[in-house]
């Protein structure tokens, strides 16, 4: 299944392996060797791990889980002769989290047939706040450092860590009905005429693209923003609310452009696992050809996805996440190469997992949080983030920064921003992120 270079390709992004020679398995002549404990009949029966049998370890005062490995009593790291040993299979337990092996082989799916959270081997060892595939990474830069005394390559130059900041538009002219409502349910009778009028004699209070960029602004940041290409209903599920090639739209994403920000496809119901769909979502795009891609909903079929969007031509995709919970769904605060089921393969797609969605947090039918306490949650995720010199992608939707429906998450959003600039924190979007890693940016490496 091609584990091992799938391993080496995403360590690659961010360390240094120039002149070092590793195996995965004993190597005479390798400088580093990574015992692999995994039987192959595990990947080749697709069978999944029983979360009672896992090994812990401690590494760099987190406790690290081990999936193939037998017993706890070992050194990680030990030294034979002119060879280091890396006695714990990391390559396997990487390549288990980060290419969603255990999406993969899993039947329990939600109402949009999106793996359940509460299903997964993230879930179950309660490691959906720690970035275990970081803490292998580390174990083998350790490794490397002690041969060369270099490995870590600075994509965000003089910053320890950066933030992909993002807005679905999913919708932009429903606060009028949707914010009276709620209105009504507060008793607050007196803000509904308002709402009205200023949906029929102004803009919507949705329709706040202007107030999104002076917020950014403060904080010298941009942002991605990813519309919506089609409107109505498929299925029975909503899609945008606006109409993408209207002239106010267009209005929009040029204002938005030329201030700095990205524009990306958020891939309509049904795209993400229909090239041709995701395609013709793509060109309507206006006067822009979209890089990037978060599908609606988060959706993503672990089968088919991969190569939809390798189909597509896009350069990354930023979907991955759970709906129901912040967190590292793929084990990991760093972009990476998806895996390729379909063709067994490492993509050429990369993926800026999604750690961090407003909805998340407030929906009772998710984590159901206050909004005080949202905000230590989200700064426990930053700060593992910072460990690795990491990428903490966040979603706000536009509708978020409204006092109607959603009253006081605005305010959330802008506690987040402050904390991760006064941290030092690139503040960007996801195109950026993609150029510094895989693309056009350029890397040092630090000693």
């Not at 308002?194 to 919507?204: E, V, Y």
Request: aromatic share 14%; proline share 2%.
């Amino acid at each position: 299944m091609g584990i091992f270079n799938f391993f080496i390709k995403n360590f690659e992004l961010y360390f240094d392996v120039t002149a070092i020679k590793i195996s995965y398995g004993k190597q005479q002549d390798a400088q580093i060797i990574v015992v692999k404990s995994v039987d192959d009949a595990f990947w080749d029966d697709k069978q999944d791990i029983a979360p009672e049998k896992v090994v812990w370890k401690d590494w760099k005062n987190a406790a690290i889980p081990f999936l193939f490995d037998k017993n706890n009593k070992g050194e990680i790291i030990t030294k034979e002769g002119s060879q280091i040993i890396i006695n714990y299979d990391i390559v396997a337990s990487a390549f288990y989290f980060l290419s969603g092996w255990n999406e993969y082989v899993s039947s329990s799916k939600d109402d949009f047939n999106r793996v359940k959270y509460d299903s997964t081997l993230i879930h179950q060892l309660k490691i959906d706040g720690v970035p275990v595939v970081n803490y292998y990474f580390d174990i083998l830069r350790d490794a490397i450092h002690q041969i060369t005394g270099k490995a870590v390559k600075t994509p965000w130059q003089e910053h320890p860590f950066a933030v992909a900041l993002s807005h679905d538009i999913d919708v932009c002219k429903r606060s009028w009905l949707e914010g009276s409502f709620s209105e009504i349910k507060k008793k607050k009778f007196f803000s509904v005429p308002k709402l009205i009028a200023n949906r029929f004699f102004g803009k919507d209070d949705w329709f706040n693209f202007d107030k999104i960029i002076r917020i950014e602004k403060k904080y010298h940041a941009n942002s991605t923003f990813y519309f919506l290409p089609q409107k109505g209903r498929v299925n029975g599920w909503k899609n945008a609310d606006y109409d993408i090639q209207s002239t106010e739209i267009k209005a929009v994403i040029q204002s938005l452009s030329e201030n700095g920000n990205e524009i990306g496809v958020h891939g309509s119901f049904g795209t993400h696992d229909n090239s041709g769909l995701l395609n013709r979502d793509i060109a309507r795009i206006p006067d822009k050809t979209a890089e990037g891609n978060r599908f609606h909903f988060l959706m993503f079929d672990i089968y088919r996805t991969v190569s939809v969007l390798e189909n597509a031509g896009v350069k990354y995709d930023t979907s991955i996440g759970f709906a129901e919970q912040i967190g590292f769904r793929r084990g990991t605060c760093l972009p990476f190469y998806m895996y390729n089921f379909e063709k067994n393969e490492t993509s050429t797609v990369l993926e800026i997992p999604l750690i961090v969605m407003d909805a998340s947090l407030m929906y009772k039918k998710y984590m159901g949080l206050s909004q005080k306490d949202s905000v230590p949650a989200v700064i426990a995720l930053i700060e593992e983030v910072k460990k690795f010199n990491g990428v903490f992608s966040i979603l706000w939707h536009n509708t978020s920064f409204s006092d109607y429906k959603y009253t006081g998450w605005c305010e959330v959003y802008e506690q987040i921003l402050s904390y991760c600039k006064n941290n030092n924190a690139l503040l960007t979007s996801s195109i950026d992120i993609y150029n510094r890693i895989a693309g056009t940016g350029t890397t040092s490496v630090k000693n």
